[in-house]
């Protein structure tokens, strides 16, 4: 069983940069692949970005979010990030933080955070 708890949501301008952190219980943190997903007010939940277990560290985006989001993680302290700049409002959404054993996918997590919220005003 693994938690995930977000943090570093809140209120930007258009423009602007927010850090997201997933910290994750449990001691085998770098046996799972991590991904941000997020949901806009009235749409599905959408994959935003990806970082695999494997060594290397491999990552993944959303053609919407490439060159101004990067993920990365920590796992000596069981916590991935995802450095979001140059906000736009249609980035507005509430920001989920997901884990998947030992496979790096964009779509088939089998854990999930609460998510954190992210409002970018214009």
């Known amino acids: 069983q693994v938690q995930l708890v977000e943090s570093g949501g809140g209120l930007v301008q258009a423009g602007g940069s927010l850090r997201l952190s997933c910290a994750a219980s449990?001691?085998?943190?770098?046996?799972?692949?991590m991904g941000w997903f997020r949901r806009a007010p009235g749409k599905e939940r959408e994959f935003v970005a990806a970082?695999?277990?494997?060594?290397?560290?491999?990552?993944y985006y959303a053609d919407s979010v490439k060159g101004r989001f990067t993920i990365s993680r920590d796992n000596a302290k069981n916590t991935v990030y995802l450095q979001m700049n140059s906000l736009k409002p249609e980035d507005t959404a509430v920001y989920y933080c997901?884990?998947?054993?030992?496979?790096?996918?964009?779509?088939?997590?089998?854990?999930w955070g609460q998510g954190t919220q992210v409002t970018v005003s214009s």
């Open positions: 997901a884990a998947a054993y030992r496979r790096t996918t964009t779509n088939d997590y089998d854990y």
């Open positions: 449990g001691r085998t943190f770098s046996s799972y692949a």
């Open positions: 970082i695999s277990w494997t060594s290397g560290g491999s990552t």
